[in-house]
């Protein structure tokens, strides 16, 4: 059971409840978006299940996996959202509409914080995204360190052709990755990338059969976990660190880096 927080109420509900499956093997997490009837359709509960796992994540845990059940990794927020009625206890946008700016950002924070939590520096976070990744299933794959694809993937940023931004997180690593011109392009379009694109723009690292997508993360994730823990988790702050700092302090933190590691190897 998981405590997922609507507004200003909370309770408790089954991850099966929210749509998604959560599987721990030793270092590796497993979270399954599981409603594939609705093509893996996200709600308020989905995003307070996904920050709950990663608050609770296990200490051994170093690779989360995110995948989706069925024909599509996630056809983005769920649509009734756009209803008067929206999502049951979990209201809709024209609610969202009414809250005050600071109770609505309080909101907004809390689903971030089911995203976010993917960019930790002591795990590497993996999604596994065939068929459709729409608006929020696109941001949920941006939220992850990598992108492993199956050939038939499409990626769209939809919310600019509803009338919205994307505010799951996915503006930033969307621009980190491809760059400036091409995230305007992308969103303002709100075309669909196809996975031989999206590997040529730095969307994907990997595009595999869609029959072959469980086996290249496995592979991926074998490599990743081949590496000491210590420096990878170090090397994963360095890297991140890196376009915030000019050359010569990235030098610096190298150097305060390597210190730490040579003490623990050697010392
Ligand atoms: N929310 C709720 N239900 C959904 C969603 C969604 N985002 N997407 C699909 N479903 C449901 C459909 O209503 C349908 O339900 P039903 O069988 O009860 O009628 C079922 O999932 C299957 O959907 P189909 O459209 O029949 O599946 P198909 O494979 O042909 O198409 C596709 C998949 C392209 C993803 C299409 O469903 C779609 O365009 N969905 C909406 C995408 C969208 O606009 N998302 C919001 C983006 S903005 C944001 O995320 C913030």
Not at 166 to 171: H, V
Request: aromatic share 4%.
């Amino acid at each position: 059971m998981v405590e997922v927080a609507f507004g200003g109420s909370a309770e408790e509900v089954s991850l099966e409840e929210v749509g998604l499956r959560y599987e721990v093997d030793g270092k590796i997490a497993t979270i399954t978006l599981d409603r594939p009837e609705k093509r893996n359709a996200q709600t308020f509960a989905t995003w307070s299940a996904l920050a709950h796992i990663g608050d609770t994540l296990p200490q051994q845990v170093r690779v989360v996996v995110i995948r989706g059940e069925g024909p599509s990794f996630s056809a983005g927020i769920d649509l009734r959202m756009f209803t008067p009625e929206g999502v049951p206890g979990q209201g809709s946008f024209a609610a969202s509409a009414m809250l005050d700016s600071s109770t609505f950002e309080q909101r907004l924070a809390k689903a971030q914080q089911g995203f976010l939590w993917l960019r930790r520096p002591d795990i590497v976070s993996v999604a596994a995204v065939q068929g459709h990744a729409i608006g929020a299933g696109f941001q949920l794959a941006l939220a992850c360190d990598l992108r492993v694809l199956a050939d038939d993937a499409k990626l769209c940023m939809k919310e600019p052709a509803l009338g919205l931004v994307p505010d799951l997180t996915g503006t930033k690593p969307l621009v980190d990755l491809v760059g400036l011109s091409r995230a305007i392009e992308i969103c303002l379009t709100a075309r669909t990338v196809g996975a031989e694109e999206a590997a040529r723009i730095g969307l994907a690292e990997l595009v595999v059969a869609p029959g072959d997508l469980g086996q290249a993360v496995q592979d991926l994730t074998a490599a990743l976990l081949a590496v000491d823990r210590d420096a990878a988790t170090a090397t994963k702050r360095l890297l991140q660190g890196a376009s915030e700092r000019t050359l010569e302090e990235q030098c610096v933190a190298e150097g305060q880096e390597q210190a730490v590691r040579l003490r623990a190897l050697f010392a």
